[in-house]
């Protein structure tokens, strides 16, 4: 049994979705800009190794827990340059100690479908992040043959299976309701949840059909949003515009001060004048 979701990522399906998971991060947070990055949840993995944000921590419930720095592969330039990893940060996921309207960038791998409150957990995103933040939000798919397996089989403790899974349509409602807007999203992990690496190989195939032909299925989806404030327009007395729309239609006669009668025009040149009769 598979105490908790670190101990589930170690496993060969777990270290499947890990990858495409982490490929994603590396790819979106390097191209996020500003100074704050909060990962909230898996402190043993850093999600956010790519990002260029000065200041990059992780708040996660657990206690002595160390998160990975970045080791040498095929990383990027920005990640081998860095040295020190992210801070840690003890806390609940539902009472952040975080300012107001001050992080850049929060992300969330495999956090509301594990918690007892995931409105809250929200709320309290939308609370810490600044207008036009971006927002992470990492979680398994239930319209897919992940969602299946959960529905079919013995949830018990084991992870994943154990958490509610959330669909897209439902997380999109939430965010909506919170003034979010999602801007893009991928799906992976089309292969089915086998727990032997030999089977999961077998099926390396559906990765890219799954993209192709049945692109809502995937086991895992990755959505990002954006925090949208409504500005403020402030609204004038409109005294000088209706004094001048007054003068524009005020007859003649009140500009002038005195009645003023029309007077022939000249007699063109053409025409001969006649006569009048005595």
């Known amino acids: 049994m598979r105490a908790s979701l670190s101990d589930w990522f170690a496993t060969p399906l777990g270290a499947y979705v890990l990858a495409r998971e982490q490929g994603f991060c590396d790819e979106v947070v390097a191209d996020i800009f500003g100074f704050n990055a909060l990962q909230l949840g898996q402190p043993q993995i850093d999600f956010l190794r790519a990002s260029r944000m000065p200041l990059r921590f992780t708040v996660a419930a657990e206690a002595n827990v160390?998160?990975?720095?970045?080791?040498?592969?095929?990383?990027?330039?920005?990640?081998?340059?860095?040295?020190?990893?992210?801070?840690?940060?003890?806390?609940?996921?539902?009472?952040?100690?975080?300012?107001?309207?001050?992080?850049?960038?929060?992300?969330?791998?495999?956090?509301?479908?594990?918690?007892?409150?995931?409105?809250?957990?929200?709320?309290?995103?939308?609370?810490?992040?600044?207008?036009?933040?971006?927002?992470?939000?990492?979680?398994?798919?239930?319209?897919?043959?992940?969602?299946?397996?959960?529905?079919?089989?013995?949830?018990?403790?084991?992870?994943?299976?154990?958490?509610?899974?959330?669909?897209?349509?439902?997380?999109k409602d939430w965010l909506a309701l919170l003034g979010f807007d999602v801007s893009a999203g991928r799906l992976a992990c089309y292969a089915p949840p086998l727990a032997k690496e030999r089977w999961l190989n077998r099926f390396t195939f559906m990765e890219a059909a799954g993209d192709r032909w049945w692109g809502i299925a995937g086991g895992v989806y990755m959505m990002q949003a954006i925090k949208r404030v409504q500005g403020m327009r402030l609204i004038t007395p409109r005294w000088k515009e209706r004094r001048l729309a007054d003068k524009a239609v005020a007859p003649l006669s009140r500009r002038g001060g005195t009645q003023q009668t029309a007077q022939p025009g000249p007699t063109p040149n053409n025409v001969v004048a006649l006569p009048r009769k005595k």
């Open 66 to 171: 160390q998160a990975q720095a970045p080791g040498i592969g095929n990383e990027s330039v920005s990640t081998l340059a860095r040295a020190v990893p992210p801070a840690f940060v003890q806390a609940r996921g539902a009472e952040l100690p975080v300012a107001t309207q001050s992080m850049d960038l929060v992300l969330l791998p495999h956090v509301l479908e594990f918690a007892a409150d995931p409105h809250q957990i929200l709320r309290e995103v939308d609370r810490v992040m600044m207008p036009e933040g971006r927002l992470i939000v990492i979680g398994f798919n239930p319209w897919s043959l992940w969602g299946l397996r959960q529905a079919l089989g013995r949830r018990g403790e084991e992870h994943p299976w154990c958490g509610d899974f959330i669909s897209m349509v439902r997380l």
